[in-house]
């Protein structure tokens, strides 16, 4: 059976519902989160601080951008991004209904005429999630994970709702490393519930691994 990055192609997860106790694996989680999140972001002030700059010179604007976002439990909270779109991007609406659709289907646009230039390069290097290390360390998501969903998002996951939730979203994940946006929603979808049911210190490593070259390589980033 051919595999997706060595563990199961989307159409082929069969999902478990079996209760798992992972206490020492939640600890082992979390102190890799704080210690390595902690440690990128030290490493990584300087260029966070250029490309903030770049940010502000190229448009108008805060140079974050904070999205509110479903988290563990159905709680709300704000993921912190460096601002790839125009200045209130959100009340720009396209009359075109094939825009309308895509946007509907895939909640992101392929060709999207609010993206900056600037924008452009930082979402295909992945350089705008970087201030989401800060959300890992309030706790709030954790490096590996779900990819983040937004409320209007969460009705289809349909009744992988409630699995989806039950853990932090992550900055990377099986989704980001198994081909990001060329996938279907609905192997976005598969994916994220195949991480939950099958989470563990290695899938976390291999994800880990895996985000290097998928980040160098920008496939399927836009």
Do not use: C
Not at 98 to 119: F, Q, S
């Amino acid at each position: 059976m051919e595999s997706i990055n060595g563990w199961a192609k989307p159409g082929e997860i069969v999902y478990s519902d079996t209760a798992r106790t992972r206490s020492l694996y939640e600890i082992e989680k979390r102190l890799l989160d704080v210690v390595l999140s902690l440690s990128l972001l030290i490493v990584l002030a300087p260029l966070i601080a250029v490309v903030a700059i770049a940010v502000k010179l190229d448009s108008a604007g805060p140079v974050l951008y904070r999205r509110r976002v479903v988290g563990r439990g159905k709680k709300a909270f704000h993921a912190f991004k460096l601002r790839t779109m125009v200045d209130g991007a959100e009340s720009i609406e396209s009359d075109d209904p094939k825009t309308k659709k895509e946007m509907e289907a895939n909640h992101k646009l392929r060709h999207d005429r609010r993206v900056t230039r600037i924008g452009m390069f930082l979402r295909k290097t992945s350089i705008d999630e970087l201030p989401q290390l800060l959300n890992v360390l309030f706790g709030q998501m954790s490096l590996v994970g779900p990819r983040m969903i937004s409320f209007p998002e969460i009705e289809k996951f349909g009744m992988w709702q409630g699995k989806i939730l039950s853990v932090k979203p992550g900055i990377t994940g099986l989704w980001q490393v198994s081909g990001r946006s060329k996938l279907s929603y609905e192997d976005r979808v598969r994916l994220n519930v195949y991480y939950v049911d099958h989470r563990s210190a290695g899938m976390d490593l291999f994800i880990l691994l895996k985000t290097i070259p998928a980040v160098l390589t920008g496939n399927g980033a836009y």
